[in-house]
């Protein structure tokens, strides 16, 4: 499909997005998701929505956003090569059906820019800041590395001897720490649970003395 044919598909879209109210939209991937995500906003806008443009980097990151504003929906859009994929969900992080478009508004909404998307995402799962336990190798949205340090590791961006595993998927709805899948609404919810258990801290720091005896 060309991409104009996909940027009159987006308009509508985000004709049916406005209408809900305030519609959250981010993107990743590249300048043509970009632009989609745009396109879809202004036709959210003209709808009379409020757009909420936000620099998260998954799809995971803008409905976890939804859910904590309680927006009705959010949208991302992910360009991988000439490939667009688009991900729809509504405020509870369920997949939402595209709406159809209602009656004109009397008035144009606003547009605005939610920043530091993935930091508060990894903050609010990952809690405060502790320390030591251990080095952690992971893969995944950069919000995964970021909910890690908070809890105390030290993450590597290649596996090394003794290294906890954690592997996202991209758009950060599911994680597997050392081969097995964690339970939870999206990767850092499932990361959270998982640092809660008495597992997820080590018997002894690198370099300590395990207090053995000659």
């Not at 992910?78 to 490939?83: F, M, N, P, T």
């Not at 964690?182 to 801290?201: F, H, I, K, N, S």
């Amino acid at each position: 499909m060309g991409r104009t044919q996909l940027g009159r598909e987006f308009f509508e879209l985000g004709l049916g997005l406005g209408g809900l109210g305030t519609v959250l939209i981010g993107s990743g991937g590249g300048s043509l998701a970009r632009a989609l995500a745009r396109t879809a906003g202004c036709g959210a806008a003209l709808a009379g929505g409020e757009v909420k443009f936000h620099d998260g980097t998954c799809a995971a990151c803008g409905a976890w956003l939804a859910r904590y504003y309680q927006f009705p929906a959010a949208l991302f859009v992910r360009q991988d090569g000439a490939r667009v994929e688009t991900f729809l969900t509504d405020g509870q992080g369920r997949p939402l059906t595209p709406p159809a478009g209602g009656e004109e508004a009397p008035c144009a909404g606003e547009w605005d820019l939610l920043a530091g998307a993935d930091c508060a995402w990894a903050a609010v799962r990952a809690g405060s800041f502790r320390e030591n336990r251990g080095p952690a190798w992971a893969q995944g949205p950069a919000a995964l590395t970021m909910a890690l340090e908070r809890m105390g590791y030290e993450v590597t961006d290649r596996p090394v001897p003794g290294a906890a595993r954690f592997e996202a998927d991209r758009e950060g709805f599911a994680l597997r720490a050392d081969g097995a899948a964690l339970e939870g609404e999206d990767a850092l919810a499932g990361l959270a649970d998982y640092g809660a258990q008495p597992r997820a801290v080590p018997a002894f720091r690198p370099g300590e003395d395990r207090g053995g005896t000659a």
